[in-house]
C-alpha cells in the first residue's frame, strides 16, 4: 500500500464514526433547541400552549371561556327523556315516544340487524354470533361470555330507561351502540324487546278473542 494512502484512510475512517457519535450524543443529551426534522409536516405550528398568556385579550388568557348558551356540537337535548333514558334522575319506566305498529315493526328490523346475531331472534341468547363462539369454546379456541337472555328476569324487571342506557353505553362485554343506533331506533328496539318477553309466557287471555279459534 503506498504511504500516501495511509493518512486518507485514516481521515476516511474517522469520518465515518462522526455521524454515529453525533447520534450518540443526541441520545444521550438534552437541549432547549428543537430537534432536526427534515420533514415537519404539522409538527412545528404556531399556538399556544396550556396555560400560555396572551395579550391579545384584557384578562389574558389564551383559553377563552365558553360564551352563555354554548352547546355540545351536533348535539341539543331538548328531550331528557327521549335522549336519556332517564326522568328526574330515575330511569324511565315509559316510552318518549307513542307504541305504535309502525314502531315495533322498525324495532324488529333494527333488532334484527344488531342484536339478534348475539341475543338471537327470539331473544333468548343464541344467535349465529353466540353459537359459533360455543363451538369454539368447547375446542379451546375461544373465550366468550355468553350473552344474557332478554327473557331473564333480571332484564325483564329493568325499566324501559335502563335497556335504553344498555343499548346506547353497553354493559359488561356488550358494546356500545349509541353510535350506531339513532335514539329513535333505540326505543323502537326497546318496545320490540318489550313484545318478545311478553310472548314467551303470553297466556289465552292475551290472544284477542276472534284469533283464539285459530290457535292450535
Same mark, same amino acid.
Given at each position: 500500500?503506498?504511504?500516501?494512502?495511509?493518512?486518507? !484512510? @485514516?481521515?476516511?475512517?474517522?469520518?465515518?464514526?462522526?455521524?454515529?457519535?453525533?447520534?450518540?450524543?443526541?441520545?444521550?443529551?438534552?437541549?432547549?433547541?428543537?430537534?432536526?426534522? !427534515?420533514? $415537519?409536516? #404539522? %409538527?412545528?405550528?404556531?399556538? =399556544? /400552549? *396550556?396555560?400560555?398568556?396572551?395579550?391579545?385579550?384584557?384578562? &389574558?388568557?389564551?383559553?377563552?371561556?365558553? $360564551?352563555?348558551?354554548?352547546?355540545?356540537?351536533?348535539? @341539543?337535548?331538548?328531550?331528557?327523556? !327521549?335522549?336519556?333514558?332517564?326522568?328526574? %334522575?330515575?330511569?324511565?319506566? +315509559?316510552?318518549?315516544?307513542?307504541?305504535?305498529?309502525?314502531?315495533?315493526?322498525?324495532?324488529?328490523?333494527?333488532?334484527?340487524?344488531?342484536?339478534?346475531?348475539?341475543?338471537?331472534?327470539?331473544?333468548?341468547?343464541?344467535?349465529?354470533?353466540?353459537?359459533?363462539?360455543?363451538?369454539? #369454546?368447547?375446542?379451546?379456541?375461544? +373465550?366468550?361470555?355468553?350473552? +344474557?337472555?332478554?327473557?331473564?328476569?333480571?332484564?325483564?324487571?329493568? *325499566?324501559?330507561?335502563? @335497556?335504553?342506557?344498555?343499548?346506547? =353505553?353497553?354493559?359488561? +362485554?356488550?358494546?356500545? =351502540? &349509541?353510535?350506531?343506533?339513532?335514539?329513535?331506533?333505540?326505543?323502537?328496539?326497546?318496545? =320490540?324487546?318489550?313484545? !318478545?318477553?311478553?310472548?314467551?309466557?303470553?297466556?289465552?287471555?292475551?290472544?284477542?278473542?276472534?284469533?283464539?279459534?285459530? /290457535?292450535?
Amino acid at each position: 500500500m503506498p504511504r500516501w494512502m495511509v493518512p486518507i !484512510l @485514516l481521515i476516511l475512517t474517522v469520518a465515518a464514526l462522526v455521524p454515529a457519535a453525533m447520534i450518540t450524543r443526541a441520545r444521550v443529551s438534552t437541549s432547549d433547541l428543537p430537534r432536526i426534522n !427534515l420533514i $415537519p409536516d #404539522m %409538527d412545528y405550528q404556531p399556538k =399556544y /400552549l *396550556p396555560q400560555t398568556a396572551n395579550a391579545m385579550f384584557l384578562d &389574558g388568557r389564551a383559553a377563552r371561556p365558553q $360564551p352563555e348558551g354554548t352547546i355540545a356540537r351536533g348535539r @341539543l337535548v331538548e328531550n331528557v327523556h !327521549l335522549a336519556t333514558g332517564r326522568v328526574n %334522575d330515575d330511569w324511565a319506566t +315509559t316510552f318518549p315516544v307513542p307504541v305504535t305498529a309502525d314502531l315495533m315493526a322498525r324495532g324488529r328490523q333494527r333488532f334484527e340487524i344488531y342484536c339478534a346475531p348475539c341475543h338471537g331472534l327470539t331473544g333468548h341468547g343464541d344467535g349465529l354470533v353466540a353459537r359459533r363462539a360455543d363451538r369454539l #369454546m368447547e375446542q379451546g379456541q375461544a +373465550t366468550w361470555v355468553p350473552p +344474557t337472555s332478554l327473557h331473564d328476569d333480571t332484564v325483564r324487571e329493568r *325499566p324501559v330507561g335502563h @335497556l335504553f342506557n344498555t343499548i346506547t =353505553y353497553g354493559i359488561r +362485554t356488550m358494546p356500545s =351502540y &349509541g353510535s350506531q343506533v339513532a335514539e329513535a331506533d333505540r326505543w323502537a328496539i326497546i318496545a =320490540y324487546v318489550r313484545a !318478545l318477553q311478553r310472548s314467551s309466557r303470553a297466556t289465552l287471555d292475551d290472544v284477542p278473542a276472534d284469533v283464539r279459534p285459530t /290457535l292450535q
